[in-house]
C-alpha cells in the first residue's frame, strides 16, 4: 500500500484488529494486556479491549489476527540511512523496506555519516542535515518513518548553529565523537547547547568502528553527557567490562544496546540495568548499515538473544524495543494504547520452533515470525519475506 501521501490527506479509516492470542503492551510495567482487539481510527489507537466490551461496528479494514500476537511496530534506535532507501556502505538497494520486514515501523538516524563526500565545514554539515531531516520525512519506503537529519558535531560550531538548526526541523545529533569534536569538555559545551534548543544527542561508546573513527571511552562518554549512550555495547568494539557497568552506574542517560555490537557486552549492559533497576534505560538499535552490512532482522534478533542468553522474559525485550524507546525519543508510537500511533506487528512462533509457544521460542533463541506489520492503521505487508514462516497468520477479511 502506498505511504506516499500524508495521512490527514487520506479518508478516515477504522481497522479492527480481532480476535488477538497475545497482546503486548510495549510498558515495562505492565508488557501483557488482557485484551484481544485493537481499534484504530486513522492513524491513532482508538480502543483496546475484549472484542465484547468495544464497538467494533462500521469498520474499514477487519484483520483476523487468528490467534497470533500483536506488539507496537519495533523502533531502531540507531541506523546510518543516507539518502532514499540506498545505503552506499555495502552499496545496497532497499534496506529500509527490508527492516520493514523485520518488523521495524520507525528508526532513527545516528548521523548520515555514510554519505560520500559528507561536508564538514559548518553551513555545509547543517544544510545537509536540514536536507536529510527534509527527504526522509517526505521518503517513507512501506510506510516507515525515519527521524533523520543528525548533523555531526565538528569544531567551530556555535550556540547560534544549534538554534537554527532547531529552528529548522532538526531534533537529533549525529553520533558524537563521528566527527572532529573527541574532547569531552567541547562535546559536553555542544550537547548542553542542543539540548537547551530540544536537540536530543547520542555518543559513540567504545573503540573505533572504521577506519577514520576513534575510541571514545567511559570518562569522555561521561563528561560529555549525551542523552543516549550510544551503542554501550560497542560498535563493534566495546569498552573493558569495569567501564560498561560505570556507564551504567555513574550516569542516568538512556542505554543503547545495538546489533553491531559486542554481544557479551550488550549481555553485561543489560544485567546490570537489571541489577540497578533501571532496564527503563535500555533501548536497542541494530547501528547499521555499517561495515557488518544490513540488518533487516536486526531488532528481532536482539530480541531473542537478550531474551534467551540474558534471562529477560520475550515480553520484557519486545518493551526494550518498542516502549522504551519511544519514551526515551520522545515518540508517540511504541505503546498499545489509545491515542497512540497505529502501527503494529503481527508475529506468532516461527514454523518448527521447539519452543511450545512464542514466548517460549523467543526465549529458547528462535525468532519470532512476522505474519503481518500495520503502520498508521494500514496494512504495510502481510507475511514477512525476512523472517522464517509465522505458525500462524493475519487475514483481512474485509
Ligand atoms: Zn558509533
Redesign the pocket.
Given at each position: 500500500m502506498s505511504h506516499d501521501e500524508p495521512s490527514k490527506s487520506m479518508p478516515q479509516t477504522k481497522l479492527v484488529i480481532r480476535n488477538i492470542g497475545l497482546l503486548f503492551s510495549g510498558d515495562l510495567a505492565n508488557p501483557i494486556l488482557d485484551a484481544d482487539t485493537v481499534i484504530a481510527v486513522g492513524d491513532r489507537i482508538a480502543a483496546v479491549g475484549k472484542e465484547k466490551d468495544i464497538d467494533t461496528s462500521g469498520a474499514t479494514i477487519t484483520i483476523d489476527a487468528k490467534g497470533t500476537a500483536l506488539a507496537p511496530g519495533l523502533i531502531d534506535s540507531h541506523v546510518h540511512p543516507v539518502c532514499g532507501d540506498w545505503t552506499p556502505r555495502q552499496n545496497q538497494l532497499g534496506w529500509i523496506d527490508s527492516y520493514l520486514h523485520g518488523g521495524v515501523t520507525a528508526m532513527i538516524s545516528?548521523g548520515e555519516v555514510h554519505t560520500p563526500g559528507r561536508p564538514k565545514d559548518i553551513v555545509g554539515l547543517k544544510a545537509m542535515a536540514i536536507f536529510a531531516q527534509r527527504a526522509f520525512h517526505a521518503f517513507r519506503p512501506g510506510g516507515v518513518k525515519i527521524y533523520a537529519g543528525a548533523p555531526v558535531l565538528e569544531h567551530g560550531m556555535v550556540e547560534d548553529d544549534f538554534k537554527e538548526l532547531a529552528a529548522a526541523g532538526v531534533k537529533i545529533l549525529g553520533?558524537v565523537?563521528?566527527g572532529s569534536v573527541k574532547d569531552g569538555k567541547t562535546a559536553h559545551q555542544m550537547v548542553s547547547w542542543a539540548r537547551k534548543y530540544g536537540i536530543q544527542s547520542t555518543i559513540?561508546?567504545?573503540g573505533p568502528?572504521i577506519p577514520g573513527?576513534s575510541l571514545i571511552d567511559k570518562d569522555m562518554v561521561l563528561e560529555t553527557d549525551a542523552d543516549v549512550i550510544?551503542?554501550v555495547n560497542g560498535?563493534h568494539t566495546a569498552l573493558p567490562d569495569d567501564q560498561i557497568t560505570a556507564l551504567c552506574e555513574r550516569s542516568t542517560r538512556a542505554l543503547e544496546i545495538v546489533h553491531n555490537g559486542n554481544e557479551r557486552a550488550g549481555l553485561l549492559a543489560l544485567r546490570t540495568a537489571m541489577e540497578l533497576k533501571q532496564l527503563d534505560r535500555v533501548i536497542l538499535g541494530t547501528?547499521s548499515p555499517a561495515g557488518s552490512g544490513v540488518q533487516p532482522l536486526g531488532i528481532v534478533r536482539m530480541i531473542s538473544m537478550l531474551s534467551s542468553l540474558g534471562g529477560i522474559p520475550a515480553e520484557m525485550a519486545i518493551c526494550l524495543a518498542t516502549g522504551n524507546t519511544a519514551k526515551m525519543r520522545k515518540l508517540d508510537c511504541g505503546l498499545i494504547a489509545p491515542g497512540r500511533e497505529a502501527s503494529f506487528v503481527l508475529m506468532d512462533k516461527a514454523q518448527h520452533s521447539a519452543g511450545k509457544n512464542l514466548l517460549d521460542s523467543i526465549q529458547k533463541g528462535d525468532l519470532p515470525g512476522i505474519g503481518m506489520v500495520i503502520i498508521d492503521g494500514a496494512v504495510s505487508v502481510q507475511r514477512s519475506r525476512n523472517t522464517p514462516p509465522a505458525t500462524a497468520v493475519p487475514v483481512v477479511v474485509k
Open positions: 545516528a553520533e565523537g563521528l559513540h561508546t567504545g568502528s573513527s550510544g551503542h560498535g547501528d
